[in-house]
């Protein structure tokens, strides 16, 4: 691995810069339509565990108008914009510049919430010896149609067998996920039930897309 991380942190910063770039004009639209459909804040910014655990701001578009009540479900403030904007991807456009920053990789596992680090096995902690990714083996394998036990097999095994290789597999895959619009969200639920650790029945879903 020593040859494979600093090739694949060049290669983040040699696709995603351009890639963030040439998208501005894109992300100033949907930047505007966001405003117009959900208000502000425009970005969903929030502290999610990055490589070693080490806490990142990850930015998005936001999908979710504002709660009308204090515990609103996702479902109910999931509006069809919203959907579009989470089954097209348009709203991870601001996460490449977490991967400019070095927060992010354009491939890894996906970071999830700060509150879940304490309710990890061992195993499943290893998905935070990588950087994680805006795409990952999990997300070309059901996205959030996937079982949490599932996902986290998929993030050890990326961990364990990463390589240029995959990667670029993982990158092709994924735009044929996004193309077909697969796994968007978990059965009954606005993206993936909220995990409660090894074990734990499915509960309520957490605000802004906590698995994707």
Do not use: C
């Amino acid at each position: 691995m020593r040859l494979y991380d600093p090739v694949k942190r060049a290669l983040d910063v040699a696709v995603s810069l351009p890639l963030a770039v040439v998208t501005l004009p894109l992300q100033a639209v949907v930047a505007a339509a966001v405003r117009v459909k959900l208000g502000s804040p425009v970005l969903f910014r929030q502290q999610r565990p990055g490589l070693r655990a080490k806490p990142f701001e990850l930015l998005k578009f936001r999908s979710m108008r504002n709660p009308s009540y204090e515990g609103e479900p996702d479902a109910d403030r999931l509006t069809r914009f919203g959907q579009i904007l989470r089954s097209t991807s348009l709203d991870e456009l601001p996460s490449l510049w977490n991967v400019v920053r070095g927060d992010m990789s354009l491939v890894g596992p996906r970071p999830l919430l700060m509150e879940y680090l304490e309710l990890y096995s061992p195993d499943q902690a290893r998905r935070h010896d990588v950087r994680p990714g805006v795409t990952g083996l999990a997300q070309v394998s059901g996205r959030n149609a996937t079982t949490w036990d599932q996902r986290f097999a998929y993030d050890i095994q990326y961990t364990r067998d990463r390589s240029l290789s995959l990667d670029v597999r993982i990158l092709w895959r994924t735009i044929l996920t996004v193309l077909k619009r697969d796994g968007i969200s978990a059965e009954g639920s606005a993206t993936m039930p909220r995990f409660r650790g090894a074990g734990s029945p499915a509960g309520s879903t957490d605000n802004e897309s906590i698995a994707r």
